[in-house]
């Protein structure tokens, strides 16, 4: 009776090794929708190394670049030629949810995708360079007031994207038009910094993580953060918009989803992976060093939260005259 008791126990843990080996993707894969440095880069980088350094996922997971439409074409490549890759995870912002909201990606909407984790929460900000005439916040204003397209402003996508919103939400504080604003649109977050460090834009709207690199070489000055509160740590020296007397915010929430039929088994297997990450102490300084604050979502409370946001942004949307 005990061998036989003692054989199933061996089996038994035998196939539950088997499942979990099966389970595990082959080439596991992170699709950063945008060119390198931006935030979709740091959203990839972070469950990269968060992923492994937690001896979660046993084969490496390599970050690969599809930058078009601010993940347009990511998103259409995913649903329509990737939908059942169980190992392709494919990184989305609060910006992602604006372009679908407003239906910039296409034929495709919001409930295309099966939306698994949400690991991070950045907040817009406002950045000039180290040498720019504008000193803080109510500088600016005070120049869009005096000739709205004075100041050339630079950033990550095209109008209606996040990053536009960011710089219309400003134009709105100061009693403009934002039509009236010089803005020149980059694809992803990193080349707009690079116009502004080689003069080509006078200021940059995007997410304070995709500024902190050069803050800290001291390249550049940030005018405002776009959250409610100061942010902690190393970025708490930074005054936001609404202490400084105009109500302008921008949370943006970072986060990664799957194709719509990678089946039930192995989004759950992301699921717990994810479930365990965000829990982890390791994967809160890692998450800090990247300069995002807490935002641990997964499964269906993810999914709520998405078709919630999107019906926000539409209004949002209506209410600077973009067009859906």
């Not at 935030?39 to 968060?50: E, N, P, R, S, V």
């Not at 550049?220 to 020296?237: C, I, K, Q």
Request: proline content about 5%; hydrophobic content about 40%; some cysteine.
């Amino acid at each position: 009776m005990k061998n036989i008791v003692g054989r199933l126990a061996l089996v038994t843990s035998s196939l539950l090794i088997c499942t979990q080996l099966w389970a595990e993707p082959k080439r596991p894969e992170c699709l950063a929708p945008a060119k390198p440095g931006g935030g979709f880069d740091i959203t990839c980088k972070l469950a990269q190394g968060g992923l492994h350094e937690a001896g979660l996922l046993e084969a490496p997971m390599r970050v690969t670049y599809m930058p078009g439409g601010i993940g347009a074409v990511a998103y259409n490549a995913v649903v329509a030629q990737r939908p059942d890759e169980p190992g392709t995870l494919t990184a989305w912002s609060s910006g992602s949810l604006l372009n679908l909201a407003q239906g910039k990606f296409g034929r495709y909407d919001e409930k295309a995708v099966r939306w698994l984790a949400a690991i991070g929460t950045d907040y817009g900000a406002v950045t000039v360079r180290e040498d720019s005439p504008l000193e803080d916040f109510d500088d600016l204003i005070e120049a869009l007031r005096k000739d709205p397209a004075a100041q050339v402003i630079g950033a990550g996508g095209t109008i209606g994207s996040q990053d536009w919103m960011q710089a219309a939400m400003v134009a709105r504080a100061a009693g403009v038009n934002p039509k009236q604003l010089r803005y020149v649109a980059f694809e992803g977050g990193g080349e707009p910094m690079t116009a502004l460090l080689g003069g080509h834009v006078q200021v940059v709207t995007s997410g304070i993580g995709e500024a902190t690199a050069q803050l800290a070489a001291g390249k550049v000055r940030v005018l405002a953060v776009l959250s409610d509160e100061r942010l902690p740590g190393d970025l708490a020296s930074i005054p936001t918009a609404k202490e400084q007397g105009f109500d302008v915010t921008w949370p943006i929430a970072r986060g990664f989803y799957v194709g719509p039929k990678v089946s039930d088994e192995d989004y759950d297997w992301w699921k717990q992976r994810f479930d365990t990450l965000l829990a982890s102490e390791g994967f809160a300084k890692l998450r800090e060093q990247r300069d995002l604050l807490p935002l641990s979502i997964t499964g269906d409370e993810l999914q709520a939260y998405v078709y919630k946001q999107v019906e926000q942004y539409k209004a949002l949307a209506d209410e600077f005259g973009l067009v859906r």
